[in-house]
Each structure stands twice: as C-alpha cells, then as structure tokens.
C-alpha cells in the first residue's frame, strides 16, 4: 500500500484538485447508471472479447493467476496502467474527464474521494457482491465509488533500534515529541504522498483546529514541538521507509517512520516469532483509517466489462489476494487472512478519522498552512 510521487509534479496535481473541490457549481453530466450484470450470481461472458484498461496507482497488485481466471471466465483482458501515486492518479483522471484513458479507476481513497465526486469523474453501478461488504466502508451513497481494501497509516517503530537506545517506545502523539526521540522520526510530506496527508489529518483528528485558519491552530502547535524536536520531512513512502527508516526493510537511521499497521507482516521472516520480538511495530493511538475504491470512469470505452470487474474485485479470489499482495485487509466480511497477516498486523479498532467532505473541502488550505511551518 505505498503511496508516493515526484515533489515536481505536486504543484500541478493540488492545483487541479483544488480546482475540482471549487467546481460546486458546474452542471451535473448525467451518465445512465448501469444494468446488474451478474448472470445468476456469477460473472458474464462476453462473446467478443474486450480489452478492458483499468488505471491504478503504482502499488496496484494481483496474482496472476487471479487475473486470469477473470479474463478466461469474462472473455475479458485486463490491461493496467499504473500512473504514479493515487494523488497523481487521480489527478490524470481529472485532467481526462469524460475522455477518459481507461475503463475502470481503482486506488482512490477516502481523502480523494470528494474530488472525485465533485468533478464527476465516475458512472453509477452499484455492484450485487456489495452487499457482502462491511457497511462501514460504503462511504459514497450515490452508487459511484465501490469499496475494495482498507488499512491504517499509523508511526512504525524499529523494535530493536530503541531497545539498544535504551529509548522506551513511545505509545501515543505526544511521546514523539519527546526529548528521548528527537531526531528520530521521518514523516512524509503531505503535499507529495498520500501516508503523509494521512498522517497530517491524523493530527487534525486528534488536536482538532482544522477550522481555524491562522498559524496557531491546535493541530499546528503539534507540528511546531515535532518541528523543535527534529522530525525529517521526505518526499514519499519510498524514501522515508526504505532509505530513512532503522527497521526491517530501511536502510537508514530513524527508528520511527509514517507506514502502515500492515506494513510490519513485511518483515517478519519466520511467523513462529512472537508478536511482542517482531522487528517492527505499530503506534495504534497514532493510525488513521484509510479505504480504497474503484469506480468506472465517465466515459468509458466498455462500461459493462468494468462492472464485471468491479464485481470481480469484490469476489473471493481477489479479496483474499489482497492482504497478500497489497499488505491491506478486504472489504467483504469474513475474507480469510494469511497468517502472517492476521499475527502481525496490529488491531486498530477505533482509527482516527474524518469526514470525506470536509477533507476534500479544506485539504488544500491544511496543505498550505503545514508547508509556511516546514518549507
């Protein structure tokens, strides 16, 4: 589930969102919604074989032998075309509207959810397997963004790193503004990876603020003590785990990185390791809920293959693919994990959230007043 892109292009892509959330007032282009295109519960076959493109972010996966039973039972191939991280994604989508350059979108999350709405970017289906979803995550009313996986973005911490420190591991917010840790932690910058926004309304969620528009909001106060403290800014997911992070797959020296609950699986090598020895942990106090989607896109060549995509993604086999292959759990209830995954990714049951609309309404100006405190 990483999530990053090139700093060069963030100016365009807020530019372009910023232009989506301020669009209220264009006129609605309405698309038919699609039939139901199960053929008694199970997937269609399309006697003239389709070339379905779906667009993805860059951290997209399946097994290929899941993929291939859909296009053998659909006469369906599927052609993905990673564009970068779901911000940038989502930002090519915009800028192709009604045009569209694939079929089917998947990647977007809660966080773009409202820009995605706002600029009419999707066609309505509401797939028959949703009912099999857990209703939490049906966040769009309207038919237009389905469900596929959801995680946590929350602080990692190197197991081994702070215990030869002598450093005690720090359990909420506060204790990473700690004297004990300074200089220890690297975020992401919100304006350039997705963990990284999340992170920043992790800190809106927990201090609140998010109203006040001057450079004493309370979320703010917070980043000016991890300021004082030392915290490294980098520009993805990529970089701060792999290249600035102490733990597991990182080679760096911070022994606290913005990842994922899911992300300590990863590092394990052998599952008879206790949970408690395993070489990387999770801050729960610290995790932001985090949803992905799918859509089909306005517009698009072949709406009735996407549909049966949709439905696909909300099938057993690619469900149960995904915790594997994209370190996320499934939507649909009672989805069987690996084992791996069920010992080691760390239970988040009251994740720090915030409303969609109020997101996709003041992302822009949050971004902006975090970068005057950092740039």
Known sequence: MKRSFAFAVAGLVLAVLAGACG???????????????????ALPHFDTPVTLRVLTHDSFAVTQLVLDEFETVTNVKVELIPSGDAV???????????????????????????????????????PERLSGVN??????????????????????????????????????????TQSSVRSKFVVEDPSTSTPGLSFLLATIAKFGGGEDTSPNAKWLSYWKQLKANG???????????????????????HPLVV???????????????????????????????????????????HPRAAAAFLEFMLGSSFQSDVPGQMYVYPVVTGTPLPDTFAKYTAPVPNPLTLPYADVAANRDRWIAQWSALFR
């Not at 800028?95 to 977007?108: E, H, K, M």
């Not at 915290?231 to 020296?253: I, L």
């Open 231 to 253: 915290v490294s800014v980098v520009d993805s997911w990529e970089t701060a785990y792999y290249g600035s992070f102490s733990g597991g797959s990182g080679k760096g020296d």
């Open 23 to 41: 669009s209220s007032g264009s006129s609605m282009k309405t698309t038919a919604a699609i039939a139901p295109v199960l053929v008694n519960g």
């Open 135 to 176: 209703q939490s995550y049906v966040l769009d009313a309207s038919g237009m963004a389905t469900p596929i996986d959801h995680g946590d973005v929350c602080v990692n911490f190197d197991r081994a790193a702070l215990t030869k420190s002598g450093v005690k591991i720090p359990a909420t917010f506060d204790g990473l």
């Open 259 to 301: 990842s994922y609950a899911s992300s300590p699986p990863a590092e394990v090598q052998d599952i008879s390791l206790a949970v408690e020895s395993s070489p990387t942990g999770v801050i729960t106090d610290t995790c932001y809920r985090q949803t992905e989607f799918a859509g089909i896109l306005r517009g698009a060549a």
């Open 88 to 126: 940038a994604m989502t930002n090519a989508a915009i800028l192709t509207a009604g045009n569209p350059v694939a079929d089917v979108i998947f990647g977007f999350d809660e966080n773009l959810l409202g820009s995605v709405l706002e600029q009419e970017l999707l066609q309505g289906y509401t």
